[in-house]
Structures are given as C-alpha cells and as structure tokens.
C-alpha cells in the first residue's frame, strides 16, 4: 500500500491581521466603511459613498497604503483595496465628513459584517 502524503498550502495571513502585527490596529477599506454605514442606515451608506470617503481619507492623510508596507493582495486591480483606515482614524472621518454615527457603531457593524480579520 502506497501512502500519499497531501502538501497543504500555507495561508498567507489575512490584510487584517498583517495591519494588526504591522500599525497595531485593524484597518478599513473605504468600501468596507461604506458597507458598514449602509449597514446601521441605508440612508448614510447612499449619503456616504466609498470615492467620497476614500477621497477624504487620503486628502487628510487618514489612510494607509498597503502596498507601501509591502503587503501583498488578492486582487492587484481593485484600486480602492489598497488603502487603509487605521480604526484610531474612524473618528476623523465621521466628524470630518460629519456623519451621525459613533466608532462604536462602526465596530459593531464591521462584526456583524465579518470585518475583524
């Protein structure tokens, strides 16, 4: 009897989890955020698009560029995937783009939308 013996791909560690070892924090995508509005209200997520956040972010320096801290991604054409939100960053978006809604809302919707990495 032949014994087979299965390689198993290493899994490379989520964006999430890179940010987390990296800046000490979790991180958001400008969609991410957009879900996460249209989540508690769809009303903000209509008011508050993913290029209106994005374009703020990196406007005030608010984002960080994933490819510039050498982390690699899936999907190399999704432009908008490549900047992240430091969670200690939420706050400055909210009030600089004044939209009603706490970070604590923001985590919670990110939770129950599976982006806690």
Do not use: W
Request: with cysteine.
């Amino acid at each position: 009897m032949v014994k087979t013996v299965k390689k198993t791909k290493e899994l490379k560690p989520t964006i999430q989890r890179q940010l987390i070892q990296r800046i000490g924090e979790v991180g958001y995508t400008a969609g991410q955020i957009h879900n996460m509005l249209n989540h508690l209200d769809h009303s903000l997520g209509e008011m508050y698009g993913e290029d209106k956040i994005r374009k703020y972010a990196r406007k005030n320096n608010l984002a960080v560029d994933i490819d510039e801290l050498g982390f690699q991604r899936r999907h190399k054409s999704a432009e908008g995937s490549k900047y992240y939100i430091p969670k200690s960053k939420l706050v400055q978006i909210i009030d600089g783009l004044d939209i009603c809604v706490t970070v604590d809302d923001l985590e919670k919707a990110a939770a129950r939308l599976g982006y806690q990495g």
